[in-house]
Nanobody, 121 residues
């Protein structure tokens, strides 16, 4: 399953970006039943789960982005979004959209190609 992420770019600290992720047509009919999440990765660091949203709309966010980032989904458009406000230089990373599942925590199954977010100070 190839998820398509977009919306990354260069922004000054304090600015905002909205990332979008569209599901491939192969899973259109079942998109609303999937749990989705956004990860990010910087060179030399492990991938970090930024935020996740269940099929029922339950949201979890990393402490590092709470109050600044918001995950949402539009099942009609087969999309999941990550609204990022109050961006900081430490938010610079490649952001990945994922399809996954919730057990005790969120676990990814499929990954998108990533979109680069660069925050300048």
């Amino acid at each position: 399953v190839q998820l398509q992420a977009s919306g990354g770019g260069l922004v000054q600290a304090g600015g905002s970006l909205r990332l979008s992720c569209v599901a491939p047509r192969s899973i259109f009919s079942s998109f609303r039943s999937y749990d989705m999440g956004w990860y990010r990765q910087t060179p030399g660091k492990q991938r970090e789960l930024v935020a996740s949203i269940s099929s029922g709309g339950r949201i979890n966010s990393a402490d590092s982005v709470k109050g600044r980032f918001t995950i949402s989904r539009d099942n009609g458009k087969k999309k999941v979004y990550l609204q990022m406000n109050g961006l900081k230089p430490e938010d610079t990373a490649v952001y990945y959209c994922t399809r996954g599942y919730f057990d005790t925590d969120y676990s990814p199954l499929d990954w998108g190609q990533g979109t680069l977010v660069t925050v300048s100070s």
